[in-house]
């Protein structure tokens, strides 16, 4: 089945503790995108990848890093997280580039808590 | 720059009713357009999109024509059903077509 997974789904952590939330699809998608969710703003971008070792930063990427070695994997890295990172996160994947050939294909999610 | 519009939700509406859900955009050049739904506790999934103006979207009963005119890409469906409770998101491709960019989302409830 194709699909985009995360984890983990919900997380609870403390300001300043180093986490990582994974995100991995099985379509052979060029392009992986960071998006965070917040009520009232829709989704904000974070980061993005068009390909492997090829990442920019999207409209909210302070606080974030993102790493690609891998085509499949696109993990999201928060050195030091605090309250204001607090959001629901989307990965997402597509064939091509998100506008006219590349439908967008989400994850489930990962609801961050940063006490 | 490049930004989306829709009407503020929630949407409260009685099973079979009619719905438009509205959208309009501001963009440089010709964009696509895309409707998104959010159903709860779940992720985005496309449910419809316009790649060039004049083109109509549609999906599960849901259509939306792309207004180059009236910049609008206005979501409607004749009888809306409980099962289309959900939140949905209007967006576009930008120029460059990396990236797309969001409305903030109209909470739909429809009440049996």
């Known amino acids: 089945e194709a699909q985009v997974t995360q984890n983990p789904r919900y997380l609870i952590t403390v300001t300043g503790k180093k986490l990582t939330v994974t995100c991995s699809q099985n379509m052979n998608h060029e392009y992986m995108s960071w998006y965070r969710q917040d009520p009232g703003l829709g989704l904000r971008q974070i980061y993005y990848s068009m390909n492997v070792e090829v990442t920019d930063k999207g409209d909210v990427p302070e606080g974030y890093k993102v790493s690609r070695k891998e085509k499949r994997n696109f993990p999201l890295i928060l050195e030091s997280p605090s309250p204001n990172q607090t959001s629901l996160y989307f990965c997402a994947s597509s064939a091509g580039l998100a506008g006219r050939r590349g439908t967008q294909y989400f994850g489930p999610g990962t609801r961050l808590l940063v006490l | 720059g490049d930004s989306v519009t829709q009407m503020e939700g929630p949407v409260t509406l009685s099973e079979e009713a009619f719905l438009t859900i509205n959208c309009t955009y501001t963009?440089?050049?010709?964009?696509?357009l895309f409707w998104y739904v959010q159903y709860p506790g779940e992720g985005l999934q496309l449910l419809l999109k316009a790649t060039k103006a004049d083109d109509k979207g549609s999906n599960k009963g849901f259509e939306a024509t792309y207004r180059k005119e009236t910049t609008s890409f206005h979501l409607e469906k004749g009888s809306v059903q409980v099962s289309d409770s959900a939140v949905y998101f209007c967006?576009?491709?930008?120029?460059?077509?990396?990236?797309?960019?969001w409305g903030a989302g109209t909470k739909l409830i429809i009440k049996p």
């Open positions: 967006a576009l491709s930008d120029q460059s077509n990396y990236q797309l960019i």
């Open positions: 963009a440089t050049g010709y964009p696509s």
